[in-house]
C-alpha cells in the first residue's frame, strides 16, 4: 500500500464531508494518509494562511519518505499567489533522487507548470482527494488509470478521439488551460516546443474557451507544440443567443487556424472520470479512424 502526503496550497474545502470521505476510503484501502489536518485549515477562502500555504509546499523538498503520494486536498484558487516564494531550487533537487508522486489538477496546474519551466519536474495531472476520492462513488476508471500511471514505467491510454489521423510524439505537457494563460509571460510558463499540449477546463461558455485558445495561438504556443489534446470542458452549454455556436464550432475554427494535429474526446479533466497524465513524460500519439492511443513513458513510478 501507498503512503499520500496532503497539502492545500489553494482554496478551502467547503465540502469537508467529501474531503473526510475521501480520507477514510484511502485508510481503509490500506493507505497511509500524513497531514490531514491540512483538511480544516481556512483564512477566509483560501485553506490557510499565505504562510501556511507555502509550508506546504515548500516542506515538500524536506520530505523523507520514500514511494509518497503528494495530493493537494482541493483547487479553487491560491496557488497563484505562492509562486515568487516558492523555493523551486530545493523542490528540483529534492526530485532528483526518490522523487516524490505529486499528483493534482485545477489551480494545482500553476504549481505543476512552475516545476517543469524550473526545473523539469514530472508532476501527474489528475485526481485530488476531495473531489475524486470523497466523491459519494469512487470512479473505477479514474482509479484504475490512476494506479496505472504511477505503477507503470510505460503505458497507454485509448478513446476515440475526434480529429485528423497523425503520429506524433514529443513532451506531454499542459493541464487546465485557465491557468495555464494566466502563467503566459512568466517564468512559471513551460517553454517547451515540439511538445504534445493537453488542455482542460470547466465551467468556461465556448467563446471564453476559443478565447483562450486563440490566446494561446497567438502567443506563438499551439504552433509550436507537434499536437494539441483537448480533454472535458463540462459546464459549457451554449446558450440561445449562440444559435448553434458550440464546443464543435470552437473546435472547427481552431483547426483552420493551426498547422498541427487536434484531437478532441480525452477523458482528462475535472470530471469523475479522468485519466491520469504525468506532465513533463515523453509521449507518443497516434490517431487514426479506429482509435486514438497515447503512449506515455519517463515518469518517476512507485517502486513497491
Same mark, same amino acid.
Given at each position: 500500500?501507498?503512503?499520500?502526503?496532503?497539502?492545500?496550497?489553494?482554496?478551502?474545502?467547503?465540502?469537508? !464531508?467529501?474531503?473526510? /470521505?475521501?480520507?477514510?476510503?484511502?485508510?481503509?484501502?490500506?493507505? !497511509?494518509?500524513?497531514?490531514?489536518?491540512?483538511?480544516?485549515? /481556512?483564512? !477566509?477562502?483560501?485553506?490557510?494562511?499565505?504562510?501556511? /500555504?507555502?509550508?506546504?509546499?515548500?516542506?515538500?523538498?524536506?520530505?523523507?519518505?520514500?514511494?509518497?503520494?503528494?495530493?493537494?486536498?482541493?483547487? #479553487?484558487?491560491?496557488?497563484?499567489?505562492?509562486?515568487?516564494?516558492?523555493?523551486?531550487?530545493?523542490?528540483?533537487? /529534492?526530485?532528483?533522487?526518490?522523487?516524490?508522486?505529486?499528483?493534482?489538477?485545477?489551480?494545482?496546474?500553476?504549481?505543476?507548470?512552475?516545476?517543469?519551466?524550473?526545473?523539469?519536474?514530472?508532476?501527474?495531472?489528475?485526481?485530488?482527494?476531495?473531489?475524486?476520492?470523497?466523491?459519494?462513488?469512487?470512479?473505477?476508471?479514474?482509479?484504475?488509470?490512476?494506479?496505472?500511471?504511477?505503477?507503470?514505467?510505460?503505458?497507454?491510454?485509448?478513446?476515440?478521439?475526434?480529429?485528423?489521423?497523425?503520429?506524433?510524439?514529443?513532451?506531454?505537457?499542459?493541464?487546465?488551460?485557465?491557468?495555464?494563460?494566466?502563467?503566459?509571460?512568466?517564468?512559471?510558463?513551460?517553454?517547451?516546443?515540439?511538445?504534445?499540449?493537453?488542455?482542460?477546463?470547466?465551467?468556461?461558455?465556448?467563446?471564453?474557451?476559443?478565447?483562450?485558445?486563440?490566446?494561446?495561438?497567438?502567443?506563438?504556443?499551439?504552433?509550436?507544440?507537434?499536437?494539441?489534446?483537448?480533454?472535458?470542458?463540462?459546464?459549457?452549454?451554449?446558450?440561445?443567443?449562440?444559435?448553434?455556436?458550440?464546443?464543435?464550432?470552437?473546435?472547427?475554427?481552431?483547426?483552420?487556424?493551426?498547422?498541427?494535429?487536434?484531437?478532441?474526446?480525452?477523458?482528462? #479533466?475535472?470530471?469523475?472520470?479522468?485519466?491520469?497524465?504525468?506532465? #513533463?513524460?515523453?509521449?507518443?500519439?497516434?490517431?487514426?479512424?479506429?482509435?486514438?492511443?497515447?503512449?506515455?513513458?519517463?515518469?518517476?513510478?512507485?517502486?513497491?
Amino acid at each position: 500500500m501507498s503512503l499520500f502526503h496532503l497539502i492545500a496550497p489553494s482554496g478551502y474545502c467547503i465540502n469537508q !464531508q467529501a474531503a473526510l /470521505r475521501g480520507l477514510t476510503r484511502l485508510r481503509e484501502t490500506g493507505h !497511509q494518509v500524513n497531514n490531514a489536518a491540512v483538511i480544516h485549515r /481556512r483564512e !477566509q477562502r483560501f485553506a490557510g494562511t499565505e504562510a501556511e /500555504r507555502l509550508a506546504d509546499v515548500n516542506s515538500l523538498a524536506s520530505l523523507t519518505t520514500a514511494d509518497t503520494i503528494v495530493m493537494p486536498v482541493r483547487g #479553487g484558487y491560491g496557488a497563484s499567489r505562492l509562486l515568487e516564494n516558492i523555493d523551486w531550487q530545493a523542490l528540483t533537487a /529534492r526530485q532528483q533522487h526518490n522523487p516524490l508522486l505529486i499528483c493534482g489538477h485545477s489551480d494545482f496546474t500553476a504549481i505543476q507548470s512552475g516545476l517543469l519551466a524550473q526545473g523539469n519536474v514530472i508532476t501527474f495531472s489528475g485526481p485530488m482527494l476531495a473531489a475524486n476520492f470523497g466523491a459519494e462513488e469512487m470512479n473505477a476508471f479514474t482509479e484504475y488509470h490512476f494506479w496505472l500511471a504511477l505503477r507503470n514505467a510505460q503505458y497507454t491510454v485509448e478513446w476515440q478521439g475526434q480529429g485528423p489521423a497523425c503520429q506524433s510524439e514529443g513532451t506531454l505537457w499542459g493541464g487546465n488551460l485557465a491557468m495555464l494563460i494566466s502563467l503566459i509571460g512568466t517564468p512559471w510558463m513551460p517553454k517547451i516546443e515540439n511538445g504534445i499540449l493537453v488542455l482542460e477546463d470547466i465551467n468556461e461558455h465556448p467563446f471564453r474557451v476559443e478565447r483562450m485558445l486563440l490566446q494561446l495561438l497567438d502567443a506563438g504556443i499551439l504552433n509550436r507544440q507537434n499536437a494539441i489534446v483537448l480533454g472535458s470542458f463540462s459546464g459549457s452549454t451554449p446558450n440561445e443567443y449562440d444559435a448553434g455556436y458550440d464546443l464543435d464550432a470552437v473546435y472547427a475554427f481552431l483547426r483552420s487556424r493551426l498547422s498541427v494535429p487536434l484531437i478532441t474526446g480525452l477523458d482528462f #479533466g475535472h470530471e469523475q472520470r479522468t485519466v491520469t497524465l504525468p506532465l #513533463g513524460a515523453h509521449a507518443v500519439l497516434k490517431n487514426t479512424k479506429e482509435a486514438t492511443q497515447l503512449t506515455i513513458s519517463g515518469h518517476p513510478v512507485l517502486k513497491s
